[in-house]
């Protein structure tokens, strides 16, 4: 019964802990990592939904087209948001950059965009 | 080429601007860049304004790659064009071409950064209304929203640079949500186009997957559209973003959010109780009250960037109520609102990105007096704050009194009370600014603002700034009668969408009928914008008065909206998954009465 | 201050108190974990390797079934790029001869002649294998995004064996711009392709060519090679930008 659960339980898991890693973060680097975390946490559950018992990856070069295989549009998902993920890190991390230049420090508590 | 093939063009040609212009952008004149975006975005307007006429009978689906059920069992990603998507669309795409227009000579030391950026926010934007396939509009979600962060930090100032990155960590959960909402809409029914899982999920009366999927994926469309409580990153981003940006963050992006849930709640979970009755339950009330926080901290603004993206939140609110209505009437309302909205807001943008490039600060106080020589510019801006007041002539105020008509008729008469307070008290925030800047008259506090000198690049032609302003103050003044018919019949298209069963021609479509118009309410107009004035005037002249008299008892509870709103990413983020933690209550209480 | 955190806790607290149920709730509810393949992609695997003369049924889906989204998701990428030049602007110039930045108390170690040696190897294997993932798209695992990624971090070797001035060599930016541009434009063209033929946008009318060869597939292979592009050059430039910020400043104020 566990190990029915244990996919969807550790995905939210990662979502969850990542969430509270970002509330409680001290330093935006360490933010920008959490982050990443959350998005492991999707894709858990997405690639998840998509797999199958006994089954190999939707590749079929050395084995004809039939064979069990996996699900290959989640794949694409999962891969779509990898994209995505590493478009925003690079985004979040210049931002940082460029304050921690400007403030000397990265502490979400002590930064406030309006006085 | 048949009709359906130009269906595509809107998205592709402005992406395919937008690449060409980061390739030539260092052999070709700044000039031709900026007259290419103009021309690109008006051209694609047009376009969407012919589809629209065109889909006024029937929603047309288009089947990338041939990819449809007409040809085989595997299902691509589809288009299905419905007036209201096209509509949207060519005003978008218009909105972005009045802007390419105010922003001639800004942005010149990125060369074409900006263009292509704003262009590719104009196709994802167009491509986010228009498709029919969830993936498909997660992924037009996060190409504006990845556009939408680097565009607000763009002024590398401190405040900008915070800013950006509390708007970037929300939306981005916001992106991961969806996400996985779209997970569990593919666990429960195996497809991934809006009608189809709408059907499957209907017919596998798997609610509780349903329900999960739908809060985690409204949970995002109502991040990017800032409902209470997922608002606080709004006014950060608005205030810090170079003005253009704003113009386009209020006048379409955050309508753009709840458009997105409008299809969820329109296409994908119509068939769910449990949602809808979440959505009359939950959601209705929710719009109340970011209506509510919304005006009652644009009146606390000084900051005219601010102050309107207080508004923004406030109308907002007022949108997603009446779309949570999920009637025809409440859609009508809320589309033509939208609009309204969008054109008003987005001249009052324009105005205070004229006022910061020529004056060097949007600060009412600072500003005091000081535009009284720039009478054409006070004109506008103060039609466009009328008519944000509740003025009931103009698109906006029909807007205002379709969604009034649409909640008496469902029984919510409370949301007319809403919508005056609402309207009276941005619209009384905005004459106030107005009246101190452009008349010079009220009193003046002690003590200067603490707020950083907002300068934009100030030697741009005056004139170019000015005519994308008026266009859209006139726009919205005279286009309320004719849209109106309009605006129901979209309405009626856009709640019954065409089910699986006609896009994959088992059946024919039945097009609904255009409802009669709801009436009533053109007195709530006036009314609120009488009360707007005399808020407007008491905080000009009374301002003591106020806060001794009136305001005391409600002292302690404006201070903690204001501690509230302090912006700090650790309490937004609390905010959020609270308000995660309200809609999860909120389904299962709704499947339980059910 | 103090009220902020207290608030922030106990708004967490009472949401966890909600969603973990929930979460467990919607658990229950999902479909055994592996037991069946969902609808769409057992459609999927079972036509599309026909259809399509392309062995990797991912690459097929990322490039043809879902075209679309893919041509979203590059320019998701570009748009990122972009936004990262712009905001990273004001750079310390293209003059790639600069010293890194200074800090005290941080020791800065010469560049090993073991290291120089392996990279100088290392990297035109890597180069070639980038190459060929992303020439092998449709048969085999990988494809456009992956090799991009790749080329561009093969790229990066050389900062590590060779030195920053080395390396900017290989990546100039100007080059690495064009190619990101050029790489956008080629997906957009790829799907108009079809449009001049009298096909719908992004339809694969191409010649199918045969099962397991490197043309096979259609318009696939062409659109690959187009993403591929556009990633190594974005990479290429976001990374161009990062490394420009840890040299030192030119001239006084500037950041």
Redesign the interface.
Known sequence: ML???????A??WL??VG??G????RH?VH?IGC?SV??S??YV??L??????H?G?????DHP??TP?????????V???V??G???S??????????H???NTLD??E????? | MNLLHWIPLPVVVPLLAAALALLVEKLVPRRVIDALAVLVTAAISVECMALARVAAAQPMAYWYGQWGPAHGPVLGISFVVDSAGAGASAFIAGLFSLTFLFVWHYFEEVRAHFHALMLMFCAAMIGFCLTHDLFNIFVWFETMSVIAFALTGYRLEDAALEGALNFTVINTIGSFLMMAGVGLAYAATGALDMALVGKTLAERHADVLACGSFVLMGTAMLIKAAGVPFHFWLPDAHAVAPSPVSVIFSGVMVPVGLFGLGRLLAIVFAGIPAVVSLAHGLLVPLGAVTAIVGGFMALQQTHLKRLLAYSTVSHVGVMLAALSLVTVHGAAGWLLYMLGHGMVKAGLFMAAGMLAAVLDSVDEFELYGRARDRPVLACGYFVAALCLAGFPIGIMGSGAEAVEGAAKGVGDDWLGPIIIISSATTGGAAVRAGVRIFLGKGELPQGRSTLPEESERGDRPWLLMLLPLLVLVVANLIGGLPLERMARAAAATFVHMPAWDVLSGKQAYAAPGVPTEVGGGECSGWLALGVALVIAAAQLFAAKWLKHRVLWPAHMSIKALRVLHAGRVGDQLAWLVAGLAMLTAGVVVASVDW | MKYSLVLRYALCILALIVLAPAAVLVALHMPAFGEQLPAYGATVNAHVPYMRQATNVVTAIIFDVRGVDTLGEEFIFVAAITGLAVLLRGGRGEDASRKPIHTDGRWLPARSEAVALLIRWMLPATVAFSIYVMAHGQLTPGGGFQAGAMLASALLLLFLGDGYRSWRQVTPPTVMHVLEALGAVGCVGVGLLPLALGAGFLENVLPQGQPKSLTGGGLIPLFNVAVGMAITGGFANALVEFLEETREPEAEGEQ
Do not use: H, N
């Not at chain 1, 998840?48 to 018992?53: D, E």
């Not at chain 1, 295989?69 to 998902?77: H, S």
């Open positions: 190990l029915r659960l244990l996919p969807w339980l995905a939210a979502m969850a969430i509270y970002m509330v409680t973060s935006y933010l982050l959350v998005q946490g999707t559950l997405l998840a939904i998509g797999f199958v018992w089954s990856p939707p590749i079929f070069y087209p039939g295989a996996v699900d290959p549009v989640m794949q694409a998902l891969l779509t948001d994209v995505v590493a478009a925003v690079a985004l979040l991390l210049a931002l940082a950059l460029q304050l230049k400007r403030r979400p508590q930064l406030e965009p309006i006085p």
